[in-house]
């Protein structure tokens, strides 16, 4: 049973939305989340129902850490819109609506280990890195810049882990090297038991890697597959215009997937 594997949604619900009609469009039945549901974006209330509603299991991100408790070494833009997020919460009318969502974001998890769907491979899911899960970022330089980062990461990993934060779709190995989805044949990258990886999945809400387009991975029992998927960005974008207390440069990145 193949697995679909999200993140990074940011409370954008357009692209969530348009995720998940992808993924019931390739009849995978499974989802799980690795974190950040919300911050930065317009939507985060909705982003959260739907998690909610269709993922098995999500993890907590440093967005969703700062609407439970505080934001952590976060830029202006970043805390402000942390803080309007907490609004949203704060402000539904619906007592039962706001206990449930801040019921749900407080059960999420930091870590969790499973085996790949229908195979023996054990799998391990944070939102940033093994070493620190919820902040650390491993981004493709360190693959030539931060040697004994990456050692120790692969240290704490038995085969595969699945991470997210970054919004820079890729695989990770212990040679070390970093693929990005269009140098993997067919957008896939196939399991091996010579090599150890992570795999970032890339973010639904606020890709990084110059391809405004959604990103997700589908977890198979030999292999994973990148996805993107088209969706209305201006839509979002212009939403965030609209919202003063969120820079319009949250928007425009949007736009050029930056």
Request: glycine share 6%.
């Amino acid at each position: 049973m193949p697995t679909a594997v999200i993140s990074d949604i940011h409370g954008n619900a357009v692209a969530l939305r348009a995720v998940l009609a992808d993924i019931d469009s390739r009849g995978v039945d499974r989802i799980i989340c690795l974190g950040d549901i919300v911050g930065y974006g317009p939507e985060p209330l909705p982003c959260v129902d739907l998690v909610a509603q269709r993922c098995a299991w999500s993890l907590i991100g440093n967005h969703d850490f700062a609407v439970l408790y505080e934001p952590t070494n976060f830029n202006p833009t970043a805390e402000q819109a942390a803080f309007w997020t907490r609004d949203q919460f704060d402000a539904e009318p619906d007592e039962q609506a706001r206990t449930r969502r801040y019921d749900f974001l407080s059960r999420l998890r930091v870590r969790v280990v499973e085996l790949v769907p229908e195979s023996d491979i054990p799998i391990l899911a944070v939102h940033g890195s093994p070493r620190r899960p919820i902040n650390e970022y491993i981004f493709p330089d360190d693959v030539m810049t931060a040697a004994d980062k990456m050692r120790q990461i692969f240290e704490l990993i038995d085969r595969v882990a699945i991470v997210g934060h970054s919004h820079v779709p890729g695989v990770f190995t212990d040679e070390p090297d970093f693929y990005p989805p269009d140098e993997l044949g067919g957008m896939t990258y196939t399991f091996s038991a010579e090599e150890k990886a992570v795999v970032n999945v890339g973010s639904v809400g606020q890709p990084r890697d110059h391809d405004p387009r959604a990103s997700y991975a589908i977890l198979h029992p030999d292999r994973v597959e990148f996805v993107r998927v088209e969706y209305n960005v201006r839509r979002t974008a212009e939403m965030i215009f609209a919202i003063d207390a969120l820079n319009d440069w949250l928007g425009e990145r949007l736009l050029e997937g930056r």
